[in-house]
């Protein structure tokens, strides 16, 4: 099993800049990628960025210029520094990966860390 641990919320002003980060841990044989949702009150979870195992990285709209994902796969840990923050950035902020456990073309399964709050306030 593949484990997902977040880290970095909390609070901050207006802004402000915070950065998270997220180790995964476990029966890990090839990582396909690791990325960052997060969920506000009411609601639904949306995808924050992702960076895959190709280079490739993709942001949502509403954190393009101000959030930048990066990953260091050595330590199998994935970054999002975020700046200029926003009081609707508020959310739980959730690794997410799509991880192989063996070098079976089926072994893999999308895991989910714990999440982290961010608020985001004055």
């Known amino acids: 099993q593949v484990q997902l641990v977040e880290s970095g919320g909390g609070l901050v002003q207006p802004g402000g800049s915070l950065t998270l980060s997220c180790e995964a841990s476990?029966?890990?044989?090839?990582?396909?990628?690791l990325g960052w949702y997060r969920q506000a009150p009411g609601n639904q979870r949306e995808l924050v960025a992702v960076s895959n195992s190709g280079g490739g990285i993709n942001y949502a709209d509403s954190v393009k210029g101000r959030f930048t994902i990066s990953r260091d796969n050595a330590r199998n840990t994935v970054y999002l520094q975020m700046s200029s923050l926003k009081p609707e950035d508020t959310a739980v902020y959730y690794c997410n990966g799509y991880i192989y456990h063996n070098h079976n073309a089926n072994g893999w399964n999308e895991y989910w860390g714990q999440g982290t709050q961010v608020t985001v306030s004055a």
């Open positions: 476990g029966t890990i044989f090839r990582i396909v990628s």
